[in-house]
């Protein structure tokens, strides 16, 4: 096989296929981007990812738990139906179900011991005085979970990385289980926003990552560099980059664009999260090593 310069390269080796890539479009915004967020790890800067349920639903909690172990991740934030699916994982190790079949049959959402049990986990938390996703990781971790190695949360809480869960009521379908408690799931959600903004507030030099988020964490990043550029927090010249099927209005206005107009580069990498963030994660560890 022949690279782009036409050097003979050996079947096999990840290093030069990514080498071969043409620096040109998203070939070379991928590069790119494998190359901001080695940067910041070799700089010790934040790499912090925001995160919708799908990549835990394809499979990828291996990747982002190995990346956290590696220390490239050092926070991670998510929407309300990530602790669903990490909960589900943890507890029976699999996850999702069929929504077409289950809503018409009115059963969609109803599983007793994923509602019972993330409720109570998040209102035990909150009373402790714990934002939901250290509630969320600490019931994971310290109880009696057969597969707890594919919670993200739980290996945040042993990591001691900050997981913060972002809540819109009524969007969970926690919030449809007599459990539900509104106050426990508005105070843990205001907590974890302060969590992430803080987080936030050192993001100079480091990379965001937005995977798989259309709605709420785009807003929720803004938000965090609104409140904490307004604390007078020098948040710019970072990176941004959204990981996303389809590159959506906000996470392109509120990831990409709005936050880096003072300095810093943002970049979009369309794809299935299920091929995109495993090159992309094999890609940085290769970076990392090399550099």
Known sequence: MLDKGGRHFSEGSFNDFINSLPDILSAADFKSVVKAIAMAHK????????????????????????????????????????????????????????????????????????????????????????????????????????????SILASAKKLNIPATVHVAIGTDIIHMHPEADGKSIGEGSMRDFKLFSSVISDLQGGVYINLGSAVILPEVFLKAIAVTRNLKHKVKNFTSVNMDFIQHYRSRENVLRRPVISGGNSYALTGHHEIMFPMLAAAIMNEVKTT
């Open 43 to 150: 700089k010790d800067r934040p790499v912090v990812l925001g995160m919708g349920a799908h990549p835990i639903k394809v499979g990828l909690s291996p990747i982002i738990i190995n990346l956290m172990e590696q220390g490239i991740i050092s926070a991670i934030a998510m929407n309300g139906a990530c602790i669903v699916h990490d909960y589900e994982l943890a507890l029976i190790g699999q996850t999702s179900e069929d929504v077409d079949i289950e809503l018409c049959k009115g059963t969609f959402g109803m599983a007793e011991e994923t509602g019972k049990g993330i409720n109570q986990a998040m209102n035990k938390g909150v009373n402790k005085g714990y934002g939901i996703g250290k509630a969320m990781g600490d019931c994971i971790l310290n109880g009696t979970f057969t597969y707890k190695e594919l």
